[in-house]
Each structure stands twice: as structure tokens, then as C-alpha cells.
């Protein structure tokens, strides 16, 4: 029994650990600088969780809340009890991007999850050539994406998990919208507090906007002539696809006089997305007593994110736990943005 255990480790575990060391030129081919902005969807790129992005999202390998429902699927397995998390986020220009995650233990082996992301732009008014100071009227694009999780623990080292999402994006009155899939691995080595992960995201084909707004008539050729009817050409598009491989440690195990009431997380990531460069994301998270957290992180070779900063208190009140974070974003030209998160274990 013992040997068929190991023989499971060896065979999931060494592929994520090989991935996860790997330089990301190495692993993803298809990374290419030219691709930028050559997807729609884009929302799906904002990260999520005040923890994680107070670590500049360098947490493939180590969320453990129900923002691991965004990041790695994977992670829902760590979960203990129930848990929920939502997060808001001041975008750029007004714009909302807010989440909600829900996570639900099936047994020892399954967790289960639920999570929606949602976009909002605020009102736009409409401008034209001859009204560039607006012609009163105003339009909106909303995007969202709806996901049910399936997080398995295959061994007690070894963790994978499974996405499958609705993703619907609005602009003015078009809609296109189509289901997309996330999956993810992680694998915790037993070299003192090593762990390493893998995932994909957004898997899906190409869809397209529709909608009345497309359609248009040509005025009649000659009288008594029916209006010819028309359409815009409207270019299918794809969702942003990315390859994620990341490893984490805990420093203070590795002293020979752990500090109990101290911890010291370090990570890092190694992020390919097919809409541009890879990304190397590092982070690091001190905790004192478990109950209150300061985070940093960096994202190298990102056009404006860049510099992340964080902080978190984690306070018990009748029998409940609630995880408090705050996040900071440096995104350069477009100043920064600032995420308030909230994390319930029922």
C-alpha cells in the first residue's frame, strides 16, 4: 500500500515539481509580447482576494481561502469547514470589479465551490462627431463570470481541482458570452514546507458579440425598393488563457528553533498569459500569532502593475472566524487601486 502511495506521488508530484522549477520561456510556448490586447474578456485578468494581491498574486502554491477558486481550484482542498469570501475593488476610472467565493466540504477527499466575479463600468456617456461633449445618453459594459468548483484530495501530498464556468460579457446592448475551464495541481514535496503547484485558466473557444445593435438598413436603391439590410462585421475573440506554475516555503521552519508565534511565507509564480509577456510574481507574508498578517509582493514585467503591499487581522467572535484584508496596487500612470476583502469560516 505504502509503495503504490508513493508510486501516485511520484507520478503527479515530480511533473508539478519540474514544471514549477522550470524557467517559464520553457514551459509556455506560446508566450508572445505581440499578443497584447489581442483578447476580449479582459476582467478575467483582474486578480482577486486581498491576501493574494497583497502578495503581487504570487499564491499558486499556497492560497488556501476561497479565492483559490480564481487562482488554483486546487487550493479549495485545504479548506477546513465552510468558508466564504467577498472582496470589492475600486478599478480604475470608477470602475467595480467584486467577487464572491463559497466553499463547501463534501466529505474528507471532496470540496466544493461556487464563485462569481463581476464587472461593472459605470456609466458612459455616448459622444459622437457631431456631439463630442455628449449627446446626453449613457451606456455601460458588465462583465461576470460564474464558477462551480470540484477540489480533490488525491493523497494527503497531492491535491487537484476543476472549473467550469460561465462567462458573459455586455457591452452597450451586445452580449457575447460561452463557458470557459480552469484546472490545477498542487503537491506539497515533504522537504521541510516546499510545496509546489500548477494551473491553467480560462480554457475556451473563441465567441463573438451579438445583438439587434449590429444590425443596420441601407436606405432603398430606388423608390418604391425594400431598405437593404446589413450587419456589422463582428471579429470573433478569445478569453485571455494563462499557465501558471508557483512554489512556496515557510523560512522560519528552517531554523532549528522555530518561532511559534512567528511565520514567514515566501512565494513565487511564474505566469503566462497568451495575450502577452510572462510575468514573474514573488510575494511574502509575516504572520504574528496567526491572528494578524503584513503582506508584500512584486510583479516583474507587467506594463503597470507592479509594487503590492498588505494587511490582514483574523478575529473569532461567537464561534465564528472572521479574516479582515486590505490590499494596495501601485498601477503607475493609473495611480492604484485599493481592495477591502472579507473571509467567514461558519
Not at 510556448?29 to 486578480?47: E, R, T, V
Not at 463581476?118 to 461576470?144: A, C, H, K, V, W
Not at 470540484?150 to 460561465?166: C, R
Request: hydrophobic share 45%; net charge negative.
Amino acid at each position: 500500500m505504502k509503495r503504490s502511495r508513493w508510486r501516485v506521488r511520484a507520478l503527479v508530484g515530480v511533473p508539478i515539481l519540474l514544471m514549477a522549477l522550470l524557467p517559464p520561456g520553457a514551459i509556455f510556448a506560446q508566450g508572445n509580447a505581440n499578443n497584447n490586447g489581442a483578447s476580449g474578456s479582459a476582467f478575467l485578468d483582474i486578480g482577486v482576494g486581498a491576501r493574494a494581491m497583497g502578495m503581487g498574486g504570487a499564491v499558486g502554491a499556497v492560497i488556501d481561502d476561497p479565492t483559490a477558486l480564481y487562482w488554483n481550484p486546487a487550493g479549495i482542498v485545504s479548506i477546513q469547514g465552510i468558508q466564504v469570501a467577498v472582496e470589492h475593488n475600486r478599478w480604475v476610472a470608477d470602475m467595480s470589479h467584486d467577487f464572491f467565493g463559497l466553499v463547501i466540504p463534501l466529505n474528507d477527499q471532496f470540496k466544493l465551490g461556487v464563485s462569481l466575479i463581476y464587472f461593472s463600468s459605470g456609466d458612459i456617456e455616448i459622444t459622437t462627431i457631431d456631439q463630442p461633449r455628449g449627446t446626453g445618453s449613457t451606456y455601460s459594459t458588465n462583465d461576470l463570470a460564474l464558477g462551480g468548483t470540484l477540489g480533490w484530495s488525491v493523497t494527503n501530498d497531492i491535491a487537484v481541482g476543476a472549473t467550469l464556468k460561465y462567462v458573459r460579457n455586455t457591452l452597450y446592448s451586445l452580449t457575447a458570452e460561452g463557458m470557459a475551464y480552469d484546472a490545477g495541481a498542487t503537491f506539497n514535496t515533504r522537504f521541510h514546507s516546499l510545496k509546489v503547484a500548477i494551473a491553467v485558466a480560462n480554457l475556451a473557444a473563441k465567441r463573438e458579440y451579438q445583438g439587434d445593435a449590429l444590425d443596420f438598413e441601407y436606405p432603398p436603391p430606388f423608390p418604391g425598393a425594400e431598405p437593404i439590410r446589413a450587419s456589422f462585421n463582428n471579429t470573433p475573440f478569445t478569453v485571455p488563457l494563462s499557465y501558471r506554475a508557483g512554489i512556496s516555503m515557510e523560512l522560519f521552519e528552517l531554523i532549528d528553533q522555530p518561532m511559534e508565534q512567528h511565520r514567514l511565507l515566501v512565494c513565487a509564480d511564474l505566469v503566462q498569459p497568451s495575450d502577452g509577456p510572462e510575468k514573474l510574481n514573488i510575494g511574502a507574508e509575516y504572520a504574528f500569532d496567526n491572528q494578524f498578517f503584513l503582506r508584500t509582493g512584486y510583479i516583474f514585467n507587467a506594463d503597470e502593475l507592479g509594487f503590492n503591499a498588505g494587511a490582514g487581522v483574523r478575529l473569532g467572535l461567537q464561534g465564528l472566524t472572521f479574516d479582515v484584508n486590505y490590499a494596495f496596487s501601485s498601477l503607475q500612470r493609473f495611480s492604484a487601486v485599493h481592495r477591502i476583502g472579507l473571509g467567514i469560516v461558519l
